[in-house]
């Protein structure tokens, strides 16, 4: 069974940083593609980015790239959103997810796994 924790939310101000942290329980995270997501309200929870079970591969939306950053330490079974130039749009809950099968996915039905998610809210 594998649990995950996001932490690091919060309210911050447009232009702002943030990092997200995804802390993960079990032996299955080092072999496990990692994703995050973010849901608005009203709106379907949309795929920010990911990061392979190597830790060299990252795939990231659109609107989130040069501004998020995925990164992983496996020492740590931690894996990390670094958020930056902040906007108003990104306000969402977000979300960390393990994919055990490394589909690779944008899916999120492709991810086992999936933490309770934190708010993060921009002003402007």
């Known amino acids: 069974q594998v649990q995950l924790v996001e932490s690091g939310g919060g309210l911050v101000q447009a232009g702002d940083s943030l990092r997200l942290a995804c802390a993960a329980s079990g032996r299955t995270f080092s072999r496990s593609t990692m994703g995050w997501f973010r849901q608005a309200p009203g709106k379907e929870r949309e795929f920010v980015g990911r990061i392979n079970w190597t830790g060299v591969g990252t795939y990231y939306a659109d609107f989130v790239k040069g501004r998020f950053t995925i990164s992983r330490d496996d020492a740590k079974n ?35 796994y999936w933490g309770q998610g934190t708010q993060v809210t921009v002003s402007s």
């Open 78 to 112: 931690t894996v990390y959103l670094q958020m930056n130039s902040l906007k108003p749009e990104d306000t969402a809950v977000y979300y960390c997810a393990l994919d055990s099968r490394n589909y690779y996915s944008t899916d999120p039905g492709r991810y086992d």
